[in-house]
């Protein structure tokens, strides 16, 4: 009941407030019904004049108070045809009026729609035209004193407090759009930023996926080859290149389901294999040999640290390369891995002794340069191309320290370093 209770007195406010705010809607959609009520309120207060002197006093009213009707619309005409009324009144000698009035209302108009500059002039009329007004109007019998007295409470007065209520909505209107525009930029640089985080994510998704399914595929494909040719002849060695074509699809479903998992939503128990490294490589290329590639590696230099986003740059650089090697070096490469610890960086490098050269034009392939975005997250760089002696040669450069760990630029003598050393052959694509 409490809670029932609760919620009825949660609905009543708001069924209180959105007839409110329709009805607020509704007028702020047709200002001059609004407007023309106000200069009909002013009017009333010309009855007595109008009875009394009919012929000057109705003309004058409606010079002062239809203006009133489209202020919003054309703030410095209705002011102005305001003032020429109230001319009028001095010169025909019909003396002061409640009607006046809508002098202030519309210098207030004016100090809240138009430039300051504009509304200071206006208000140095409403202060001439007081000054004017108080000395044809002011009786006689009163000392300056009280002339100055009588014009300030009467006239300047009012009219000063109009103008600074005025320009002060004008001062809050402009800030108020201000935030709004303000408001409106942010709103559109977090999109933006949105958006080039989702393209950012969705380029990382596809590097990882590229790399898993090229590398795995390929040595299921090289796999299911001897399989096939083994299948008569040598029954065993075709059941061992099934097994290893099994073992090598469940690895790739589970690098697979770990990439997809960023994609996934309520699913905060599944267990997702942990990021390849450095030490990972070991089990890459005892992979890469029982596909039938013969493979040597060499560790130069005492190991580093790395941050490990940059260790894994470096195990897709060389599970790439292998996968290149097996596609395009031919059937009798041979590769050589190595692992080089340098003073500022790691030097990766794989080469080959297979055909070498360019991959065929259109073959579509995105492996060098989605090691070269790894790297470069990184600090670290790519250089990839056919080796001097024949075969393919790719050497990844990653730097130590905080530039790899912030993917910030490297220091320009420190990569300079690190490609000096590096002994990187000519850049191509593959």
Request: glycine share 10%; hydrophobic share 50%; with cysteine.
């Amino acid at each position: 009941m409490a809670v029932a209770r609760q919620s009825d007195d949660e609905r009543q406010p708001r069924a209180y407030a959105e007839p409110v705010s329709a009805i607020y809607a509704w007028l702020r959609r047709h200002p001059i019904l609004v407007d023309g009520v106000l200069a009909a309120a002013l009017a009333l207060f010309m009855v007595g004049n109008i009875v009394r002197r009919p012929l000057p006093m109705v003309p004058l009213t409606l010079l002062m108070v239809v203006p009133v009707a489209y202020r919003r619309r054309a703030p410095l005409l209705a002011f102005a045809l305001a003032a020429l009324s109230g001319a009028g009144q001095i010169v025909l000698a019909a003396g002061p009026s409640g009607s006046d009035l809508a002098v202030l209302v519309l210098l207030y108009t004016v100090a809240a729609y138009r430039p300051r500059r504009e509304s200071v002039t206006a208000l140095a009329i409403c202060l001439i035209g007081s000054a004017v007004a108080v000395a044809a109007w002011a009786p006689d019998r009163l000392r300056p004193v009280e002339r100055l007295f009588t014009g300030t409470v009467m006239f300047a007065g009012p009219a000063l407090i109009a103008w600074v209520l005025g320009d002060s909505m004008r001062y809050r209107r402009a800030y108020y759009v201000a935030l709004e525009d303000r408001a409106a930029r942010l709103e559109a640089e977090r999109d933006a930023q949105a958006k080039v985080a989702a393209a950012a994510e969705r380029a990382r998704i596809a590097r990882e996926l590229h790399d898993v399914i090229a590398h795995n595929v390929s040595v299921m494909v090289v796999q299911a080859d001897g399989a096939g040719y083994a299948l008569s002849s040598d029954p065993e060695r075709a059941r061992a290149a099934i097994a290893a074509i099994a073992a090598t699809g469940r690895q790739a479903l589970t690098e697979m389901r770990r990439l997809l998992g960023v994609l996934r939503t309520g699913d905060e128990d599944a267990r997702l294999a942990p990021l390849p490294g450095l030490g990972d490589l070991r089990g890459l290329l005892d992979q890469a040999r029982a596909a039938g590639l013969s493979v040597s590696f060499r560790l130069e230099g005492a190991r580093r640290g790395l941050p490990e986003g940059a260790e894994l740059a470096a195990y897709r650089v060389v599970q790439e390369s292998l996968t290149n090697i097996r596609k395009h070096a031919g059937p009798a490469a041979a590769a050589a891995v190595s692992l080089r610890y340098q003073p500022d960086c790691l030097v990766v490098g794989v080469t080959d002794n297979g055909v070498g050269g360019e991959i065929p034009a259109g073959s579509g392939g995105h492996g060098i340069a989605g090691m070269r975005e790894r790297a470069e997250m990184y600090a670290g760089t790519v250089q990839a191309g056919p080796a001097p002696g024949g075969g393919f040669r790719v050497v990844a450069t990653l730097p130590y320290g905080p530039a790899a760990k912030n993917g910030a630029a490297t220091p320009a003598g420190q990569a300079q370093a690190c490609q000096l050393t590096a002994g990187a052959g000519p850049g191509g694509s593959r």
